[in-house]
């Protein structure tokens, strides 16, 4: 039957192809007019641009955009490459901390603790911080949730509570986004005085910082390496709050090109941003002895400031005196020893 | 098996938007969105085409690749589905797809995303053919039923094709042999990486 019924098409196929040749020469007769001579063309209208786009009578405008194959080479960046950048950037970093870790280990206070304090960061400044860190944290785990997720944890855990999983990172991701550019924009604003480059981190990043060798060039409050973290924060959190608000309010910045480069931008500068992070955790946690206290309690051991903040500790100690006048009665205790 | 596709004849489309809203009705699709579209090229000028467009159901879905959460499936038909259940409305798909078929109902604050919505080409979702569930989340499954998409059915100039894409395309060619002119099959290249000769 079926065959029968394609033997037809064939036939009916072939003579119409017939006709056509027939009619060929004699162009007066049948079809003189073609209706496509002066119509658009997918082929034309692609070439000539990246998308098609026309007029709908429907009330969403953004509908009139036909065809934009351009989603193709956003979906290698996301499936091949934005999976490479990440690792190599994330696991490259955690590699050569764990091997710096192993070489050099913590960075000791080679003075010993003087028992003396300063302070260091106040507790309007420790609490930006943890704001920023805190939502840094979630947003990063939620962030990599949505370009690792698929391939590593999916297996795992199964459809049903990935999906649960992320639908709740993904309402974090948009919420904590808030408080994490608000901190972002504090911490831009409170400590830019003493981020500005100037010729003590030139000597600075001659030695080396101090991390190879025991080496302790000079540094105000914030030295070189601070202040590379310093603008990394300022730089970076600005461009992935600016190109994540872009895909948090689809279309209201930009169409669909727009938000494919929100994306990349978004997702490159994130990981990135990570890797960073992971070498300012490091060096703030298990890298060095008495830096977490900055943050911490909010007061350094005078030895730690003056070996590794030499210019600020002079200065700070000149102005105040050592050790905050809460902690008297101890300083007393120590000096008696 | 059959490899549904659709196919608009652009020399056919007089944007009467009757797919559009049979689609609507047949699914009772939200306010505010559209699964199906018509867009007219060149609108008042010479050579003015209008195409019907919604879910290619391409080839290789890029909606599928890049899903964070792989809510989407293929039937046997290589009709391309999603799970309302498994989707938390993050807008990859949009990005990705060519033909603007993801739609998201707004809810909640800012641009919040619900979940993504599109063309299923009357073929439900993952609940069981025609339960209340499938229909209150996906809209009818006429495919189950042994029906075409209503779009291309109620078509009065049946310029929008739907059906198994050898045959929709032999319908094609015949009638491109026959009229002598043809503007091609609109999407199919980036759908389905081929086009139909004319």
């Excluded at chain 1, 079809?31 to 429907?58: C, F, H």
């Excluded at chain 1, 000791?108 to 920023?132: A, D, K, P, Q, Y």
């Excluded at chain 1, 977490?292 to 000149?318: I, K, Q, T, Y």
């Excluded at chain 2, 078929?101 to 919040?112: C, D, E, H, L, R």
């Amino acid at each position: 039957m079926s065959s029968f019924a394609r033997f037809i098409r064939l036939v009916v196929g072939a003579c119409a192809l017939l006709l056509l040749i027939m009619a060929l020469p004699v162009p007066a007769n049948a079809q003189q007019i073609n209706p496509t001579a002066s119509s658009v063309t997918e082929r034309q209208l692609l070439q000539e641009m990246d998308r098609i786009q026309g007029r709908v009578s429907i009330p969403d405008q953004r509908s009139s955009v036909l065809m934009q194959p351009a989603g193709r080479e956003w979906r290698e960046f996301r499936n091949v490459a934005l999976r490479w950048i990440g690792g190599v950037a994330i696991l490259g970093m955690l590699a050569v901390l764990v091997i710096f870790y192993l070489m050099r280990g913590m960075v000791r206070l080679e003075s010993g603790r003087s028992g003396r304090t300063i302070v260091r960061f106040n507790m309007f400044e420790r609490f930006v911080h943890w704001m920023t860190a805190s939502c840094f944290i979630i947003l990063a785990i939620s962030g990599l949730n949505i370009t690792f997720g698929r391939p590593l944890l999916l297996p795992l855990i199964g459809f049903e509570t990935f999906s649960e999983w992320s639908q709740w990172a993904k309402y974090a991701h948009n919420y904590l986004s808030f408080p994490f550019t608000i901190g972002v924009v504090l911490i831009f604003l409170m400590w830019i005085g003493g981020n500005i480059p100037n010729k003590v981190d030139v000597e600075w990043i001659k030695r080396g910082g101090g991390l190879i060798g025991h080496d302790h060039p000079p540094a105000r409050r914030f030295n070189a390496g601070q202040k590379g973290i310093y603008w990394i924060v300022v730089i970076g959190g600005g461009l992935v709050a600016a190109s994540g608000y872009v895909l948090m309010f689809p279309f209201y910045a930009t169409g669909i090109e727009g938000m494919q480069m929100a994306q990349v931008v978004h997702a490159i500068v994130g990981v990135l941003f990570i890797a960073a992070m992971l070498a300012h955790i490091y060096i703030g946690t298990i890298g060095m002895e008495g830096a977490f206290e900055a943050m911490g309690s909010g007061e350094v051991d005078v030895n730690w400031a003056r070996e590794h903040h030499s210019l600020w500790a002079d200065e700070e100690l000149a102005r105040t005196g050592p050790n905050g006048s809460q902690r008297q009665p101890r300083h007393a205790a120590t000096a008696a020893e | 098996m059959a490899r549904m596709k659709f196919l608009c004849d652009a020399d056919r489309c007089i944007e009467c938007n009757a797919c559009v809203t049979a689609c609507k009705n047949e699914h009772e699709v939200p306010w505010g969105i559209n699964r199906r579209r018509v867009v007219t090229i060149n609108d008042g000028k010479p050579g003015e085409r209008s195409v019907s467009m919604a879910c290619m159901h391409c080839t290789d879905a890029p909606c599928a690749a890049v899903c964070p959460v792989n809510c989407f499936y293929t039937t046997a038909d290589g009709v391309v589905l999603h799970s309302k259940d498994l989707c938390i409305g993050c807008g990859y798909c949009f990005y990705a797809c060519p033909f603007g078929a993801p739609q998201y109902p707004k809810i909640g604050n800012f641009g919040s995303r619900g979940k993504m919505d599109k063309c299923t080409y009357c073929a439900g979702g993952p609940e069981a053919d025609g339960s209340k569930e499938e229909y209150e989340k996906y809209g009818a499954n006429r495919l189950a039923e042994g029906k075409l998409p209503l779009c291309a059915e109620m078509c009065s100039t049946k310029s929008l094709l739907a059906g198994d894409g050898e045959i929709i395309a032999q319908i094609y060619k015949e009638r491109v042999m026959k009229r002598g002119y043809g503007s091609g099959a609109w999407g199919w290249k980036t759908a389905y990486r081929e086009t139909i000769e004319s």
